[in-house]
């Protein structure tokens, strides 16, 4: 998605012109609609956080910078925009969404820590269902699992797009595995994993 193009319909839709508006919503809504429905793992709660955005994209037009790739600032919107939602209980709690199964091995999380989360460690074929093991994590937990290893963004990153100092992310990202570890060796003593 060229910068260039991405500026000129973003001119277009700061003067008024809402088919401009239209192109841009067209150009991002799978990766917005991604983005929410990683961070809150229900397909109904990711369209209305996806709108939410896109209303908060339109209002915060005049606050982009033209020149600058527009995907890292409409990515931060979207990911503040849908934490907040998740803060405040308007969404997350739903289990419409169709389960999808990722594998977890190293290469795909990193959970490679040598203390009990080793549990982690295991053959290619093990798999679980990480759209539940998700949604029973803290907001800002689940957030810098997506953000890193699904959306594969850097620590800094990270910490740009959250606010926060790199080391609180690599914080949160160890404290976040642990939990996930513990949610996984939890559901797979009950059998079901």
């Known amino acids: 998605m060229a910068a260039s193009t991405d500026d000129r319909l973003i001119d277009r839709a700061r003067s008024g012109d809402a088919q401009a ?54 990515r931060r919107l979207t990911t503040n925009s849908a934490l907040n939602g998740l803060r405040g209980g308007r969404v997350g709690r739903g289990t419409r969404g169709a389960a999808r199964t990722v594998s ?3 290469a795909s999380l990193g959970l490679d820590v040598a203390d009990d989360t080793s549990a982690w460690r295991g053959s290619d074929d093990l798999r679980i269902d990480l759209e539940r ?5 803290a907001p800002a937990d689940r957030a810098v ?9 850097t620590y800094a990153e990270i910490a740009a797009l959250l606010d926060v100092p790199a ?10 595995r642990k939990r996930l570890g513990a949610l996984y060796r939890a559901h797979a003593a009950d059998g079901e994993v």
Do not use: K, M, N
């Open 145 to 153: 699992l997506v953000l890193r290893y699904l959306e594969d963004l």
């Open 133 to 137: 093991q998700l949604r029973a994590l």
């Open 21 to 74: 508006f239209g192109l841009l919503i067209q150009r991002y809504q799978d990766a917005v609609y991604s983005l929410c429905y990683h961070l809150c793992g229900d397909r109904t709660d990711a369209e209305d956080l996806a709108q939410e955005a896109f209303v908060r994209f339109h209002r915060q037009l005049d606050r982009f910078r033209p020149g600058e790739p527009l995907w890292p600032w409409l």
């Open 104 to 106: 977890l091995d190293d």
């Open 167 to 176: 080391s609180t992310i690599e914080t949160r990202l160890f404290r976040a």
